[in-house]
């Protein structure tokens, strides 16, 4: 045996569910041999399951895994994104689409938008959505795989998924299990830390067996039964900037249009969600307990669904913020044990792959070194500040006057990296980029425009430019409605791919 070597022999992961099995299945495919994993959870306690709605770095997680798609979709009753359509968010009427990709192809050095926004002004266009053909595709309910060519339009958008997030959960238990992967099932009834470091040696069942490990993997949900409730790490709360802190979930029956897209509806205190799935839709409403009682939420919920409701309204409590360290000694918290962030822009099953890039490129050994354990800390509260920012851009930039959650947020103080950014792009229409941003210039362009932030002036360089823009908008425009009349609709595409069996 190899006195030098240091590697962990054992992993414990603390909690099922999509962090749990997600975590669970990458750990098998990362390490085949020599370390063994075990999850633990218990069926007694039910799991959050509002995160059906992706974005597209799911895919790059799946393909990670060698999981096919049309399996993959086929397992979880799923359907294809573009992006997400918001509704009456800037004020009542009004709508905007956060696509997947691109505003077409750049045709000069300066950027589409500032073209588009110097048309507009003029009053010679319209929507900067009739510019992306993610929007293009989505409005006609179309959908294929983007081509790789990019001279072709279809090059330039992206795509991402939804579907049940708790038969995601059982499709990677069954994944894990397959490459090794030890589930027990039982409820945590004590954690038993050592006395020379504080590090959590063991967990204890309610039945008295003992699980020990190295390291802990803490996917225990909003509780966080090991990073706070054994090593009271602390929790940052953010509600003064996104105060939203409940949600009523209900599945209904499918009907009406079956969208390659999700939609978020402005409510009087916060909003509703709406995610088609092959079977049903996922809906929901976001709000905040200071504006709206539960009873109120419950029945504006039941009376804005496309269908009859499958289930009585679920509710979720939450406080949104991040834990002061993810990672704490030997445990590294993953999915909502971490933090929560409301599922405004579908990340919250982003954070839990980012949380897993994370372990996988800095995976400790027994000696847990304080400089991995810090970086690891730094990269995601960086992460989850740049998400965090990217949300609160909503809620700030609206002009609604109907509800006091909405003036609230419209003349509250917001973080000073966030001000920077609306400052930048009210001034000349720059996006500006930092450090750790997820969502990249098109998804704040997006937002920014769609919320009704409107460039004082344009980007300098415009003036010296010799561009017919007015032209290209319009060839870009006929370029995208002509591509999408190519493409399959949604249905037709799922059914040739994965539809479910009956």
């Known amino acids: 045996m190899d006195m030098n070597d240091r590697s962990i022999r054992s992993v414990v992961v603390v909690g099922g569910g999509s962090a749990g099995w997600m975590t669970a299945a990458a750990l098998a495919n990362a390490m085949p041999t020599g370390c063994a994993i075990t999850l633990i959870e218990s ?60 505003y077409g192809r750049p045709f000069d050095t300066v950027h589409v938008h500032h073209y588009w926004q110097r048309a507009q002004a003029a009053g010679k266009v319209d929507s900067l959505d009739d510019y992306c053909m993610a929007w293009a595709a989505a409005s006609a309910g179309r959908f294929a795989p983007p081509v790789q060519d990019p001279r072709n339009i279809l090059s330039t958008y992206d795509y991402a998924y939804h579907f049940d997030a708790g038969l995601y959960a059982a499709f990677l238990r069954e994944y894990a299990e397959k490459r090794g992967v030890v589930r027990i099932e039982g409820r945590i009834a004590d954690v038993q830390c050592e006395a020379r470091r504080g590090f959590v040696a063991s967990v204890q069942l309610q039945d008295g067996r003992q699980v020990p490990g ?20 602390g929790y940052e709360d953010w509600t003064h900037w996104l105060p939203c802190d409940r949600a009523m979930a209900v599945p209904c029956e499918s009907a009406g249009e079956f969208t390659p897209y999700t939609r978020s509806t402005a409510r009087t205190a916060g909003w509703q969600w709406r995610i088609p799935l092959q079977h049903r839709t996922g809906n929901g409403y976001v709000y905040s307990s200071k504006h709206l009682s539960d009873d109120e939420a419950a029945a504006t919920l039941l009376a804005n669904l496309d269908g009859k409701a499958l289930a009585d309204p679920r509710p979720l409590r939450f406080v949104t913020g991040r834990r002061r360290q993810v990672w704490n000694g030997n445990v590294i918290a993953i999915g909502l044990s971490s933090g929560f962030l409301e599922p405004l822009e579908s990340t ?106 409107t460039p004082e002036r344009p980007d300098p360089l415009i003036h010296y430019r010799d561009v017919d823009g007015d032209a290209w908008l319009g060839k870009l425009k006929d370029a995208a409605a002509a591509a999408a009349r190519q493409l399959p609709t949604h249905q037709q595409y799922i059914e040739r791919l994965c539809r479910v069996g009956t």
Request: glycine share 8%; charged share 25%.
């Open 214 to 233: 190295e390291l802990f993997i803490d996917c225990s949900g909003f509780r966080g039964l090991l990073i706070e409730g054994a090593l009271k790490t």
């Open 348 to 453: 919250s099953l982003h954070l839990i792959q980012a949380g897993i890039a994370k372990l996988l490129a800095l995976f400790p050994d027994r000696d847990f070194d304080p400089l991995v354990r810090d970086e690891f800390n730094r990269i995601a509260a960086n992460e989850v500040e740049r998400i965090r920012d990217f949300l609160i851009l909503h809620y700030h930039l609206n002009t609604r006057q109907d509800g006091e959650l909405w003036r609230y947020c419209a003349t509250m103080p917001i973080p000073d990296t966030l001000q920077e950014k609306i400052r930048h792009f009210r001034s000349h229409g720059r996006l500006v980029q930092r450090e750790y941003d997820l969502f990249g210039a098109a998804s704040w362009l997006a937002v920014h425009v769609g919320q009704l932030n």
């Open 43 to 102: 069926e007694e306690i039910g799991t959050v399951g509002v995160g059906e709605a992706t974005i597209p770095p799911i895919r790059v997680f799946n393909q990670m895994l060698g999981l096919d798609e049309a399996e993959f979709l086929r397992r979880t009753k799923g359907s294809f994104k573009l992006g997400i359509q918001f509704v009456d968010w800037a004020r009542p009427g009004r709508r905007y689409f956060h696509p997947f990709g691109t």
